[in-house]
């Protein structure tokens, strides 16, 4: 068990430019789920996944934001068009189905938009 | 939008000392969770207590809940220097999946 992984740990763009974030959950955990956070705040929830499906999106993932689970296994979130009001950690967790809520968190992604 | 408040915001205290942490949510849950993050780093599970719990101890953690009062508190006893993180504490509600997180306090803790 390696833990949840996150690529790459940071990152810096220019505004208007697309990136894409990587994270390969804990192998026997069929559920994932990406959270953002911003200086000074908790983590706020974006979107998660059950297997391959995507059950359910925060209003904070705009339409430039778009998250898949191919398989099953790792997952992408892509921001198109980043704005600077996107620079933040992205944080990725994943957990059994059966778990009572316990979920096990990535090192993050940072994203500076400039 | 967050549904902890932890309080206080910062907490600085010296080693040996022990720390409490406060957290207060608005709507019913089906457990509460605690984490530390460290600074810039992903979050570390602490504790779970579940909504039909009011108290829970883990190692030098203990988490006391109280549904009535909407609030829950977490001690660590004898700190050390590498207690030093942020303390943001989690609901789980509904379908019990997503987690809503408090805006966190932050604990130093002096050699």
């Known amino acids: 068990d390696t833990g949840v992984s996150q690529d790459p740990r940071h990152k810096i763009t220019k505004r208007g430019q697309n990136v894409t974030f990587r994270c390969d959950p804990i192998s026997e955990h069929n559920r994932l789920y990406w959270y953002r956070q911003t200086l000074g705040q908790g983590p706020e929830f974006l979107t998660y996944f059950q297997n391959e499906a995507q059950l359910e999106k925060s209003r904070l993932l705009s339409d430039r934001f778009s998250a898949e689970r191919p398989k099953g296994s790792f997952s992408t979130l892509e921001i198109q068009r980043t704005e600077q009001g996107d620079s933040a950690m992205y944080l990725c967790?994943?957990?059994?189905?059966?778990?009572?809520?316990?979920?096990?968190f990535g090192p993050g992604t940072r994203l500076t938009v400039t | 939008s967050q549904q902890g408040e932890e309080d206080p915001q910062a907490l600085s205290i010296q080693e040996g000392e022990n720390a409490t942490m406060n957290c207060s949510y608005k709507t019913s849950i089906n457990n509460l969770q605690w984490y530390r993050q460290n600074s810039g780093r992903g979050l570390v599970h602490l504790i779970l207590?579940?909504?039909?719990?009011r108290e829970k101890h883990s190692g030098r953690l203990r988490v006391t809940l109280d549904t009535s009062k909407k609030s829950s508190s977490l001690l660590i006893t004898a700190s050390r220097a590498a207690d030093t993180a942020s303390y943001f504490c989690a609901t789980s509600g509904g379908s019990n999946y997503k987690l809503t997180f408090g805006k966190g306090t932050l604990l130093t803790v002096n050699p």
């Open positions: 967790a994943s957990s059994l189905s059966q778990a009572f809520g316990e979920q096990y």
């Open positions: 207590i579940r909504s039909n719990e």
